[in-house]
């Protein structure tokens, strides 16, 4: 059996079984985790084209799986990469029960999961663009609620995917031909424009942002949260293995300085942006866009250690955003009522939600001791040497969407908090407390991320077409 079927099969059967049980919200939420982190376990450590041996039953899995005459690979090369999306995806989704999503928002996750998984295996990975497409039509679903015509922002997303998948695989052809000449003709130079294209609307990249807050305001946090982590980090890693399949494209620094140049305008725009508005959702949907702009300045460098800054905050980020996500969600689930709360209640239900989605913002922002400061710390560093034109961009960032998430939240955050019901759960609770320890953890030790980063650069520089 070919691993990658394995994976389809595998998570099919997960999509499956949550499905039949979606009217339970908590045990599907926990049955998809459990999934979730098994698939995650077996593409990270199965042995691939060797005998395995279980109960007497000798059996092997290997490495490839064709299929329409289209290989699908699964190697060193996207391991760590598959194994993120599966492990975010999975905290994202097993989360996703405080919101009291719509009933096939479990399926229709672990859909999107194997399908930017296959844009991953696929190879020639040219046609990974054909599964993010897919996937979009599935966040499209997602990110609709039962609120009337609410739906604007995942239609303008299908939309832009749709041209973005279209650039990208012209482009792709046009750069491969380009490639094979030694020299880089007209063909290969008009193909960049599609290719600049194309990944703008992966990344979400002005003026291709804009179903980010358009949906922010539509559909639920954890649905926007994880529409944003997976498609997004799809995106950036179709980047890096385009970077390392094509690398002549990048061997003159006009074109990585054109990367960091507009990464470090967007982290400030996108900034701006955030500090302008008045709703907490929308500010977390401009800072999204601006920690964009931050890890093209990383990726702008063209260099390992460009790389492995970028890959860190794409995980910092998704514990960002899952305590963004968490803190609202519990706020939009408390009911006011006239009388006071019940003697002896809690209080802890007055300001632990609020204190997490403020350490959301704080980490998405790259404020220190969250999780998202190391690795912008070290990207200032790296910055250094090329001005200060990045570093001063990165750190105006930070401090315009610090200061607008806390002023943001004592301002509009919870109304009448004296008349809120903070009788929720021992579940809920244990997720907020976890969010808020994830995030100061990972904001003290670092390191603990390294060895995923490590192994996934490793992976992407070995990478084949």
């Given at each position: 059996m070919g691993a990658s079927l394995l994976?389809?099969?595998l998570t099919l059967l997960a999509a499956t079984v949550v499905a039949l049980l979606r009217r339970r919200h908590l045990l599907s939420s926990v049955i998809t985790g459990i999934?979730?982190?098994?698939?995650?376990?077996?593409?990270?450590?199965?042995?691939?084209?060797?005998?395995?041996?279980?109960?007497?039953?000798?059996?092997?899995?290997?490495?490839?799986w064709e299929i329409l005459g289209r290989s699908f690979i699964l190697s060193e090369a996207n391991r760590s990469?598959?194994?993120?999306?599966?492990?975010?995806?999975?905290?994202?989704l097993t989360g996703s029960w405080v919101t009291r999503p719509i009933r096939m928002f479990l399926p229709l996750g672990l859909g999107i999961l194997s399908l930017v998984a296959g844009s991953l295996m696929i190879v020639p990975f040219l046609f990974a663009a054909i599964f993010i497409e897919i996937a979009a039509i599935a966040a499209l679903i997602m990110l609709s609620s039962r609120k009337k015509n609410a739906y604007s922002g995942g239609i303008r997303l299908l939309i832009f995917f749709t041209f973005g998948m279209?650039?990208?695989?012209?482009?792709?052809?046009?750069?491969?031909?380009?490639?094979?000449?030694?020299?880089?003709?007209?063909?290969?130079?008009?193909?960049?424009?599609?290719?600049?294209?194309?990944?703008?609307?992966?990344?979400?990249?002005?003026?291709?942002?804009s179903w980010i807050p358009i949906a922010s305001e539509e559909a639920q946090p954890f649905a926007i949260g994880f529409t944003v982590l997976i498609l997004q980090g799809a995106g950036l890693f179709f980047f890096l293995r385009f970077m390392n399949t094509f690398p002549w494209i990048w061997a003159e620094d006009v074109n990585l300085s054109i990367l960091r140049n507009g990464g470090?305008?967007?982290?400030?725009?996108?900034?701006?942006?955030?500090?302008?508005?008045?709703?907490?959702?929308?500010?977390?949907?401009?800072?999204?866009?601006?920690?964009?702009?931050?890890?093209?300045?990383?990726?702008?460098?063209g260099s390992v250690?460009?790389?492995?800054?970028?890959?860190?905050?794409?995980?910092?980020?998704?514990?960002?955003?899952?305590?963004?996500?968490?803190?609202?969600?519990?706020?939009?689930?408390q009911i006011s009522h006239s009388e006071g709360m019940r003697e002896g209640q809690d209080e802890i239900s007055h300001w632990l939600p609020e204190v997490v989605m403020i350490v959301g913002i704080l980490s998405l922002a790259g404020v220190p001791l969250t999780a998202g400061f190391p690795s912008r710390w070290s990207?200032?560093?790296?910055?250094?040497?090329?001005?200060?034109?990045?570093?001063?961009?990165?750190?105006?960032?930070?401090?315009?969407?610090?200061?607008?998430?806390?002023?943001?939240?004592?301002?509009h955050g919870f109304r009448n908090s004296e008349h809120l019901d903070g009788d929720w759960g021992l579940a809920e609770r244990a997720f907020l407390w976890g969010g808020l320890g994830i995030t100061i953890i990972l904001g003290i030790f670092p390191q603990v991320l390294f060895p995923w980063i490590t192994q996934t650069i490793l992976g992407l520089s070995t990478a084949t077409p």
């Open positions: 994976i389809f099969l999934f979730a982190a098994g698939i995650a376990l077996t593409v990270l450590y199965v042995p691939l084209n060797t005998a395995i041996s279980i109960l007497g039953t000798s059996f092997r899995i290997n490495s490839d990469a598959i194994g993120y999306l599966y492990i975010t995806g999975g905290f994202l279209m650039a990208l695989l012209i482009s792709g052809w046009a750069v491969d031909v380009g490639g094979i000449l030694s020299d880089a003709s007209a063909v290969s130079e008009r193909s960049l424009l599609l290719l600049y294209f194309g990944f703008s609307v992966l990344l979400a990249i002005p003026p291709f942002h470090a305008v967007l982290a400030i725009v996108g900034a701006l942006w955030a500090f302008t508005q008045n709703n907490v959702s929308k500010l977390v949907s401009y800072a999204m866009v601006s920690d964009i702009g931050v890890m093209l300045i990383a990726v702008g460098f250690d460009g790389f492995r800054i970028a890959l860190g905050i794409l995980a910092a980020r998704v514990i960002g955003i899952s305590c963004w996500a968490i803190g609202i969600s519990i706020n939009e689930r990207l200032m560093q790296l910055a250094a040497h090329k001005g200060i034109w990045l570093s001063f961009s990165i750190l105006l960032s930070s401090g315009i969407i610090g200061y607008a998430g806390i002023k943001i939240t004592l301002m």
